[in-house]
């Protein structure tokens, strides 16, 4: 039996809705997501031209994230217009405010012949400041079962001209389930800068009886990212390492005050027991399922090891460093250098910049010395952004 053109389309739509919710549930970046909800919106309705706002409660506005559309460059006008930034008040006065504080979807479906007793109209200034023409507009509510509307799609010019009322109904559930997935993003946003602010803080906490705190962790958290990228690592790996990278010494928390602030050169006993926060930091860091904390286990343990084996704590050589402690090596040894410490004056950049160069293959790994070199640029100027430079 052949299908219906009717149901030949309902089923080609029931098959983009169904990809559409797969491939969002997947995704977890917020930008990533909010661009592929615009798209897969305008793609179940045949909208030549969309944007999604969030609510900003506070602020009292509707918040445009993503504009999309067929028929010009829609980001090149936003680019020359504060529209973009700024948002849209929340209120009726607008189609989109209309839905997000009615809940309601709002179909136009010639915008030039709207009811004047509605409390919403059609502002033309984008359209006279692009180019682009407007005809029909489906305004749908992006609504949370719990929050409430939390944003809205604005979706403009199908190619039937208007927006077909089985679409409407379909599109509506797309953004029932959309705002459920958004919502869980935003929590799982949240609880990950809560897990990496603490992670922070847990490095600034080993490193508070030494010195220069809060502005060390940050220096060797953008050097390392800096010479990770030079090296060729992916941004993700650059991303763990500047987190992993904060807690390199926190080991330290366990050695003793009066070991960690003396102004002399160590004795061997005081220096034995020094060597003793790389194990201390692993076995603090150790037997997790975070891949943060494994890559931050591995930096500390093996971050004072040398390429030509005379580190410690274990005495490793070469690529039996792990890359990750290879890197946070130079740059913690860089930072050492040019910033006073307890046991010594800062040095000169240049002095230090001679040394670094002059361990190559012997302190330091050759490839992550050329990496650091290709990137000293970035590295002085982070420097310069979180302490003094000796020159």
């Known amino acids: 039996m052949k299908l219906k053109i009717e149901d030949a389309k309902a089923k080609e739509v029931l098959e983009k809705l169904i990809n559409a919710v797969i491939n969002l549930e997947s995704e977890r970046e917020l930008s990533l997501f909010l661009d592929k909800l615009l798209t897969y919106a305008r793609d179940i309705v045949g909208a030549s031209a969309g944007s999604l706002y969030l609510i900003d409660a506070e602020a009292k506005v509707l918040q445009i994230e993503v504009c999309q559309n067929d028929e010009i460059d829609i980001n090149s006008f936003f680019e020359t ?3 973009k930034k700024s948002g849209i008040p929340l209120s009726n006065k607008s189609i989109a405010g209309y839905s997000a504080i009615s809940g309601e979807v709002v179909h136009v479906p010639d915008v030039a012949h709207i009811n004047e007793k509605l409390p919403y109209s059609f502002s033309s200034k984008i359209d006279k400041g692009s180019g682009f023409i407007s005809k029909s507009i489906l305004s749908v509510p992006i609504r949370h079962p719990a929050e409430g509307v939390i944003g809205v799609l604005e979706l403009f010019n199908p190619p039937t001209g208007t927006f077909e009322s089985w679409n409407i109904g379909i599109l509506r559930n797309f953004a029932v389930l959309a705002a459920v997935t958004l919502s ?3 929590l799982y946003d949240s609880l990950k800068s809560s897990y990496l602010e603490t992670i922070f803080k847990l490095g600034v906490a080993s490193e508070f009886k030494d010195g220069d705190t809060y502005n060390h962790i940050h220096r060797i958290g953008y050097m390392t990212r800096i010479i990770a990228h030079h090296m060729g690592l992916s941004l993700e790996e650059q991303d763990i390492l500047f987190h992993a990278s904060s ?12 070991i960690l602030k003396k102004g002399d050169d160590l004795s061997e006993e005081e220096w034995v027991i020094m060597q003793q926060h790389p194990e201390m930091g692993a076995k603090m860091l150790g037997d997790t399922d975070s891949e943060i904390l494994q890559v931050s286990e591995k930096i500390a343990l093996c971050h004072h090891e040398r390429w030509d084996g005379s580190g410690y704590p274990k005495g490793l050589a070469g690529d039996q460093i792990p890359k990750s402690a290879q890197i946070v090596a130079i740059a913690d040894v860089f930072d050492a250098l040019v910033h006073q410490r307890v046991y010594k004056p800062a040095w000169k950049v240049q002095e230090a ?12 790994s050759p490839q992550v010395v050329d990496a650091f070199f290709k990137g000293v640029e970035e590295i002085l100027a982070v420097q310069k952004s979180f302490g003094e430079l000796h020159y």
Not at 247 to 258: E, N
Not at 355 to 363: A, D, L, P, T, V
């Open 81 to 83: 217009t504060l529209t």
């Open 184 to 186: 869980n993003i935003r």
């Open 247 to 258: 807690m390199h010494d926190i080991g330290k928390i366990g050695i003793p005050d009066s």
């Open 353 to 364: 910049l001679d040394y670094i160069k002059s361990k190559r293959g012997e302190h330091f």
